[in-house]
């Protein structure tokens, strides 16, 4: 298995940028997939955006499009997740995870599809 850390995080201000990162150790031999989702107090983990093996496919949430960036450096075996214009709707536990598969073309946006996930990071945007 892979275990993945989360370092990062933090207060920020409304209109704000953060950037978290989510670096792998373990199994890093295998191809995977990686995603981030968060989850606010009382909610469900929900989605926020993925990348596949090789960064050319990304997916986001609608609510972060245009403000949010996932990406990832292999060499490194860390994703990162590049927050801009960020709103206190923000504020949330976030979460990375990978997905190993034999396919370099995957990005899976249902955290059912998930294998490994890391400890979280508290993201509190203030107004």
């Known amino acids: 298995q892979v275990q993945l850390v989360e370092p990062g995080g933090g207060l920020v201000q409304a209109g704000g940028s953060l950037r978290l990162s989510c670096a792998a150790s373990g199994r890093t031999f295998s191809i995977y997939a990686m995603g981030w989702f968060l989850q606010a107090p009382g909610k469900e983990r929900a989605f926020v955006a993925a990348i596949n093996w090789s960064g050319g496919l990304t997916y986001y949430a609608d609510s972060v499009k245009g403000r949010f960036t996932i990406s990832r450096d292999n060499a490194k075996n860390t994703v990162y997740l590049q927050m801009n214009s960020l709103k206190p709707e923000d504020t949330a536990i976030y979460y990375c995870?990978?997905?190993?598969?034999?396919?370099?073309?995957?990005?899976?946006?249902?955290?059912?599809?998930?294998?490994?996930w890391g400890q979280g990071t508290q993201v509190t945007v203030s107004s």
């Open positions: 995870a990978a997905k190993y598969s034999s396919y370099y073309y995957y990005a899976p946006q249902l955290r059912d599809e998930y294998d490994s």
